[in-house]
């Protein structure tokens, strides 16, 4: 292999993997720690995603797999409700004022909409 066709390939090969790494991380918009209450434990821990929701699937997953043994534990323990959710922008991290800790019906469900009745 000649010297030309081996910095070509490395420059490629460069070229990929930027593409993928920027890729992945430019979908990163919201992080969220989950607290999670199970059995007789309790764990915390963090995820990130496109969104809050992705944001807190992912942190209740990386819970739930420390607390839950087996299948049927894992999925009882992903339908659990969270003790807490907190979550951020994920570029304004640095910025603890960015935070707000989310109420229960953020968590469960959207917030049941207004009474709009015409008395």
Partial sequence: MTRKSAVS???VVL??????????MARV???????IAFGTGR???KGAGANADEAKRGAQTAACGVLA?????????QNTQPVSVTCS???LDAAPSARRTLGAHDVRS?????DRSTD
């Fill in 9 to 11: 390939i490395t420059v």
């Fill in 15 to 24: 070229g990929i993997m930027t593409y993928v790494v920027y890729g992945s």
């Fill in 29 to 35: 918009q919201k992080e969220c720690e989950v607290c």
């Fill in 43 to 45: 764990r915390c821990a």
């Fill in 69 to 77: 043994s087996g299948m049927d534990e894992t999925i009882r323990c």
């Fill in 89 to 91: 922008w994920a570029a």
């Fill in 110 to 114: 959207p917030a049941p909409s207004p």
